[in-house]
């Protein structure tokens, strides 16, 4: 389990995020010729540790995030963190890490989840960066991948994500490789 923070808006050159308790969490400031052009998005993702560990790190509330713009008007927005997670995925096909499977008719399998939103399927070339985000309605259970998109003999990472009504995301994630 990690945290994950996107943003993005009106260039910026200063952004601090305060946790529920008021205690800053992040303080980024832009030097140089950054702090003139600013930033207008940025996203982060924390170690995964245990879950435990996380859950005792962040305690679930609103986190402010305050900023000032390049041209030095000040930034508020605030996001409630919640506990509440999506239940773990259940990965059917490939069935275990690591197993050889068609280049040509690849389908990725999932169990069905009542309750959840929606799905997100990635599917990754980690060793050249090549990869697919699906977005897909919480009935969806399989996925098929397009033949153009895989190389045979090769290396891959599938990531199912759960995704709860409140945004949150449970992800099980699998390698499998491509006959050749």
């Known amino acids: 389990m990690g945290l994950q923070v996107f943003l993005d808006g009106k260039a910026w050159n ?10 800053k969490i992040l303080d980024i400031k832009a030097e140089s010729g950054l702090r003139r052009l600013g930033l ?23 986190y ?6 390049v041209e030095g008007d000040e930034l508020q927005g605030e996001a409630m963190l919640s506990r509440q ?3 773990t995925p259940n990965i059917i ?18 169990q069905a989840i009542p309750g959840i939103a929606s799905w997100e399927v990635i599917v990754a070339n980690e060793e050249t ?20 998109f895989l190389e045979p003999g090769t290396d891959y990472k599938v990531e199912v994500l759960s995704i709860a009504e409140n945004g949150n995301k449970t992800i099980t994630e699998r390698e499998f490789v491509t006959a050749k």
Not at 64 to 69: A, C, D, L
Not at 140 to 147: D, R
């Open 40 to 62: 207008t998005e940025l996203f982060f993702e924390s170690a995964e540790p245990s879950p435990d560990e996380v859950l005792a790190l962040f305690r679930a509330g609103k």
């Open 93 to 110: 096909h490939p069935p275990s890490p690591g197993q050889l499977v068609s280049s040509t008719n690849l389908v990725i399998e999932w």
């Open 64 to 69: 402010e995030f305050e900023g000032k713009t």
């Open 85 to 87: 997670l999506a239940p």
């Open 14 to 23: 200063r952004l601090k995020i305060v946790d529920p308790r008021g205690r």
């Open 129 to 148: 960066g090549a990869s697919m985000t699906v977005p897909l309605p919480a009935n969806a259970t399989t996925l098929h991948v397009p033949a153009e």
